[in-house]
Nanobody, 117 residues
Framework: QVQLVESGGGLVQAGGSLRLSCAASGIIFNIYTMGWYRQAPGKQRELVAS???????NYADSVKGRFTISRDNAKNTVYLQMNSLKPEDTAVYYC???????????WGQGTQVTVSS
């Protein structure tokens, strides 16, 4: 059974930092592209950042220079370091695992990030 368990969300003031973690189980982690998505109220879910098995990264323009995605294959965990947070970063953040072989994906349950002004 595949499980993606996010943690690290919370309430932070603008300009602050948070580090999200996503621990994966039930998958061969090192053949998956891992990603973080977010969904704000009334908006569509959007890609925030992704990291491939080869550690190639991709970021949304809105977070470039502020957020950093990384992965630890030994711990089956992907991280999202979020710095200089803005109120517009407020959303539920979801972890995604996408198989690079089958293109089949899995989602975590989400973690709330709230940035106060």
């Amino acid at each position: 059974q595949v499980q993606l368990v996010e943690s690290g969300g919370g309430l932070v003031q603008a300009g602050g930092s948070l580090r999200l973690s996503c621990a994966a189980s039930g998958i061969i982690f090192n053949i998956y592209t891992m990603g973080w998505y977010r969904q704000a109220p009334g908006k569509q879910r959007e890609l925030v950042a992704s990291i491939s098995s080869a550690r190639s990264t991709n970021y949304a323009d809105s977070v470039k220079g502020r957020f950093t995605i990384s992965r630890d294959n030994a711990k089956n965990t992907v991280y999202l370091q979020m710095n200089s947070l803005k109120p517009e970063d407020t959303a539920v953040y979801y972890c995604n695992a996408l198989s690079e072989l089958t293109r089949h994906g899995h989602w975590g349950q989400g973690t709330q990030v709230t940035v106060s002004s």
